[in-house]
């Protein structure tokens, strides 16, 4: 069973920055697929980034491109979503979420953290 743990949330204006981190426990994190999702309200749970288990490679949604970048650090067991030049459509709440197949689709995540709140102001 993982374990996962959002944080770095928070209140930005549109254009700044900000760096979620993920922390995992109960695994052995180096086995599983790391990825970013957000759901904004009234709105279903969306893909934003993954990370294979070596962090060799990255794949991004189109609306986050070039502004996001995930990596992952398994000596620290974590994941990071870094998040550049934000926009008020950015807000949502983030989740971290790990999987053994090389998937966007939610529900073929198997684990999920509680989620982390961004809300970017205009």
């Known amino acids: 069973q993982v374990q996962l743990v959002e944080s770095g949330g928070g209140l930005v204006q549109a254009g700044d920055s900000l760096r979620l981190s993920c922390a995992a426990s109960?695994?052995?994190?180096?086995?599983?697929?790391m990825g970013w999702f957000r759901q904004a309200p009234g709105k279903e749970r969306e893909f934003v980034a993954r990370?294979?288990?070596?962090?060799?490679?990255?794949s991004y949604a189109d609306s986050v491109k070039g502004r996001f970048t995930i990596s992952r650090d398994n000596a620290k067991t974590s994941v990071y979503l870094q998040m550049n030049s934000l926009k008020p459509e950015d807000t949502a709440v983030y989740y971290c979420?790990?999987?053994?197949?090389?998937?966007?689709?939610?529900?073929?995540?198997?684990?999920w953290g509680q989620g982390t709140q961004v809300t970017v102001a205009s």
């Open positions: 109960g695994g052995t994190f180096s086995n599983y697929r």
């Open positions: 990370i294979s288990e070596r962090g060799y490679r990255t």
């Open positions: 979420a790990a999987t053994t197949i090389p998937t966007i689709q939610p529900d073929e995540y198997d684990y």
